[in-house]
Nanobody
Framework: QVQLVESGGGLVQPGGSLRLSCAASAFVYAIGWFRQAPGKEREGVSCINTNDNSTDYTDSVKGRFTISRDNAKNTVYLQMNNLKPEDTAVYYC???????????????WGQGTQVTVSS
């Protein structure tokens, strides 16, 4: 079983930046970031494959968010720039065999970290 620990959430003003981290207890093939706002369904935000560093992003974050990984540390980062109030949500990372924005493909999930974008 893989354990995931997210960190880096917080309160930020619109237009600000945050960097989320997801540390895995073991090697994983792909990690995805998901988010869930109150009253809304969970949404796939971004993902990355270990073997070739290929990535995917949901349209609403393209050009603002960047996913990256440090394989030596089994850690994935989500750099979030130009944050908007609609980015407010609990952000989760999860593991899968292949990068996808489809949540049911993921096996293990972290506990989540709150991101609040507000003035």
């Amino acid at each position: 079983q893989v354990q995931l620990v997210e960190s880096g959430g917080g309160l930020v003003q619109p237009g600000g930046s945050l960097r989320l981290s997801c540390a895995a207890s073991a090697f994983v093939y792909a990690i995805g970031w998901f988010r869930q706002a109150p009253g809304k369904e969970r949404e796939g935000v971004s993902c990355i494959n270990t073997n070739d560093n290929s990535t995917d992003y949901t349209d609403s974050v393209k050009g603002r968010f960047t996913i990256s990984r440090d394989n030596a540390k089994n850690t994935v980062y989500l750099q979030m720039n130009n944050l908007k109030p609609e980015d407010t949500a609990v952000y989760y990372c999860a593991t899968a065999d292949l990068c996808s924005l489809y949540g049911p493909l993921y096996d293990y999930w972290g506990q989540g970290t709150q991101v609040t974008v507000s003035s």
